[in-house]
């Protein structure tokens, strides 16, 4: 017999093990719950909470966010984080950042290389909602 046969004889026979295995499963389950007294009525699950509408998921997101932002805990020269208001041409929102390498200081009197943008570390803010017509300008 060759070796590919053998493999063949092996798989079939795994084959048949596990099938004969998935069959008394249900069995002894089946047994298992027959031998047991049978238990309380569960209580009802409590009714999940309906469901957010989009404002409400926008609304707590950007709750979130906001205290996230007045919990950052450097107290230094820097500001960042900065809600930028856009220009409006033609129903678009334009926002220009510039992109650059500044002496961002991390902590008091602790000074680093940084990229900003806008001179900021994080950079500015930009808020716009769903439908919004936008235009970054780097």
């Not at 493999?7 to 047991?36: H, M």
């Not at 609304?59 to 007045?70: Q, R």
């Not at 991390?106 to 994080?122: C, E, F, H, I, R």
Request: include cysteine.
């Amino acid at each position: 017999m060759s070796s590919s046969n053998d493999k063949s004889a092996s798989r079939r026979s795994f084959l048949r093990k596990g099938a004969a295995l998935a069959v008394s499963l249900p069995i002894v389950s089946t047994l298992e719950s027959c031998e047991k007294p049978a238990a309380a009525p569960a209580a009802q699950a409590p009714a999940a909470p309906p469901a957010k509408t989009p404002a409400q998921e926008a609304a707590e997101m950007d709750a979130m966010h906001e205290a996230g932002v007045k919990a950052f805990p450097a107290k230094t020269a820097g500001k960042g984080n900065v809600l930028i208001e856009p220009k409006l041409e033609g129903g678009v929102k334009v926002y220009e950042l510039t992109a650059k390498e500044i002496q961002w200081e991390v902590t008091s009197g602790k000074l680093m290389k940084a990229w900003s943008y806008n001179d900021q570390v994080p950079g500015p803010q930009i808020r716009v909602r769903q439908g919004d017509r936008v235009k970054i300008i780097l």
